[in-house]
């Protein structure tokens, strides 16, 4: 929904909805929820608005403003917030220059190979593929023996990883990293991988590092034993990180303090 403005305002924090340049115009991410008539005669007009970041009592004023020219009223309440939206609606504006781009719209299905015991100890192979279905199966074998492929242009496509929420994307993330990290080399000596894991929010890396680290309560110890002795750095904002969690206990400020930097 377009406020319509036509001022100069910037925010700071360069939420996705702020005007990049003087002459672009504000916009009000809404969601409609009622409308007359759907429901009832006396149902008022209900949309719920984003009005956050460092312009939001200049969005509500002009809101505010519109909706009295129309006799028309106009509440806000907190429900609550989405940052994270906001960042995913951010990624979208930004993927067009993304070296990712073409394979995030026309991904191609390379032939998965069989197996990829060739590249992984063998006790620790038994081990992931029992906590695995085959599809998550599937997901880890296609970027474990993707640096191995003798297509060049198989070997260097990014491996996308995608699938709804509760399908257990972030199993497969600690499944792939207890793989690399007990990998073999040709002659089938040991090769343990440094392993660099971003992901798109702080709450996300933490639960990966928890579970890299600490582990969970049904974790079988013998998978537990694959990622004994890693050197997790957590590198990042450390503002919402929780008191005496993974993520706090790895944090790079304080591996600097304890060795005296």
Known sequence: ???????????????????????????????????????SSKTPLRVRVF????????????????FAKTASSFTISRVSEIQNQLRELRAVIDASRSSFFPSLIKPTKFPLRQSFGEWVDPRALDVIQMTLNQSQLDAVVGATSRPHESNEKVREAPVLIQGPPGTGKTHVIVSLIAALLNGVDEYGEPRRARILCAAQSNGAIDEIVERVVDGWDSMDEEFRALLKGVNVVRIGSDEKIVDGSAAERCHVSRKLREIGT
Do not use: C, F
Not at 5 to 31: F, I, M, N
Not at 51 to 66: D, E, P, V
């Open 1 to 39: 929904v377009s406020a319509g403005a036509s001022g100069s305002w910037h925010s700071k924090d360069r939420d996705a909805l702020s005007p990049r340049k003087k002459e672009d115009k504000p916009y009000v991410l809404g969601w409609v929820e009622a409308v007359p008539g759907a429901m």
């Open 51 to 66: 009005l956050g970041g460092n312009q939001a009592t200049l969005r509500h004023n002009k809101i505010s403003r519109a």
